[in-house]
Each structure stands twice: as C-alpha cells, then as structure tokens.
C-alpha cells in the first residue's frame, strides 16, 4: 500500500479504539449503575491491560530495535509531556466553577465530598448536556492528554506497516504488523472501562443511552488523531522508532500508576480494604487477557 492508504489504516485502527469506548455505555441499557466493586474490578482490568500492553509489546520492541538508552529517553519524555500537561490543564477552569485543584475540595449538594476524579467526570457530564462550548472545549484539552498517548500508542505500533522485517499476521485479507494488531485491541479492551466511567455520570443526569454512547465516543476521539501523528514522524525517521516506543510506554504506565489506580482506589475506598483486593483481580486479569496476543 501506499503512504497515504498507509496513513488511512492507522487512522481507522485509532478510529476503531475510540469505537469501543462506547461499549462502555451500552450495559446502561440494561442496568441503571454500577456497583462500586465492578467499577475498582474494571479500572483494574484496564490497568492490567494496558500496562501488559506496554511491557509486552511498546518496551520489548523498543529494546528489539534500539538501546536502552534511547527507549529510557522516549519513557522519561513520555512522562515529562503528560506530567507538564496535567500541570497546565489542573489550572484550567474546565467546571465553571474554578480549577481543578478547586473542585477536588467542592461538596456535594448533600454535604458529601466530592472527589476530583468523580467530579472530572461530572464536569465532563454537565458541559456534554447543556452544550457549553466553552467548557467542551476546555474538555477537549483534558481529553487529549487522557487519550492522545494511547492513540500514540497506536500509531507507533503501525510503523513496521510495509516493512519486509516485520512480523505481520493477517487481518480481513490485510497484512498487519502483529505490535500493530496487539496494540489496536489491548486499547480497544482498556477503553471500554473508559466508556463506563465517563457514562455514570451521563446517566445521573438522565442523558438517553445512545447520546452516552456517543459522548463515550467523543471522550476518545484524540486517539485516530493522535494515531495519525505518531505513525507519521516515525515513519520519518525510522531511526527514532525506539524513542517512540518508549514515549507511548512511558506515558501509558503514568496514567495508569496517576490516574487509572488511583481513580479505583477512590470509587473502592468503601469497600473492604479500600478496593485492593478489586483492583489487583482486576490487573490480573488485564494482564492474563493479554498475555496470549502477546505470544500470539
């Protein structure tokens, strides 16, 4: 294939991963919520998954193909840019009501607390119902730093794509890098848990299923973008392709260890023993899931 049919794969492998966070939304049309332990167990499993992903496929290929220095230069860089986005982004009024350092410490209308990765998801909730463009695209912002990395992800793992020394399987009558088809459903998997979390409080507000399962979509939509991005700069300069495993693996397993852990510990903290035992079934069973794509 040529480049830009090239360039199209990958955007509808990204585009696929942001499908599946709308999986999230359809248990609601079933079940009113969640229990606290299925939402610990599936931020667990999402965790799981994605940190095997990041072992298993993004570091392994960085050290097939580069130095450890060069795949610990792409991990450290990983970090800095979500870390440094995260700072930028906590100081943004993304609620109306100030910035998110602010509204960790707001209180419920019955006197509870709020918790910030709750009240995240609530502001997300509010601006998505009442159609505030201003805060839609404040979200947004959020809303990259959360999924852009896994679309980078994506899009890394797509640069072998037409490589004669890259270990392909195929897919629907295309041949594929295996990293590639590895990637695109270990992130298809990890975002259906998304999908849930950012559903919850749609459905506290009476938004109707299928406008969740869009908006569990939308909360995605960085990731083609992001896809797209990173399979090209790649592409041009194979020589960094190490860096750039590093880069998505660094900024994945950081969100896992800042958000994604500590978001189930929260919505477990009433459970006994705070959700832990929840939370490492969950990761186990996210990494036993993947284990086999892994060796496949």
Known sequence: ??????????????????????????????????????????????????????????????LAQGTVWELA???????????????????????????????????????GHVEGGHDEHAAEAEAFVEGNLRQLVLILGVLTVHSFPEGVAVGVSFAELGLDS??????????????????????SIHNVPEGVAVSIPLRSMGVSEWRMVWWAVFSSLPQPLGAVVAYYFVTLAERFLPFG?????????????TEFVPEALERGSDLPGGGRRELVGGITAGVLVMVPLAFA
């Open 166 to 187: 890259a270990e392909t399987v195929g897919v629907f009558g295309l041949t594929l890098p295996v990293l590639a088809v590895f990637m695109t459903v270990a992130i």
């Open 245 to 257: 495993f590093g880069f998505a693996a660094g900024a994945m397993v950081y969100l896992v260890a």
């Open 1 to 62: 294939m040529g480049f830009w049919s090239n360039i199209g794969l990958v955007f509808v492998a990204g585009l696929l991963t942001a499908v599946a966070t709308g999986l999230g939304a359809l248990p609601f049309f079933v079940v009113d919520d969640f229990s606290d332990r299925w939402n610990v167990g599936l931020w667990g499993l999402a965790s799981g998954i994605m940190l095997s992903a990041s072992t298993f496929g993004l570091i392994n290929e960085g």
């Open 73 to 111: 230069g792409g991990l450290a860089i990983g970090v800095a840019l979500v870390v440094v986005s995260g700072e930028v982004l906590d100081r943004v009024d993304v609620s109306g009501f100030g910035s998110a350092e602010e509204t960790s410490d707001r209180h419920a209308p019955d006197g």
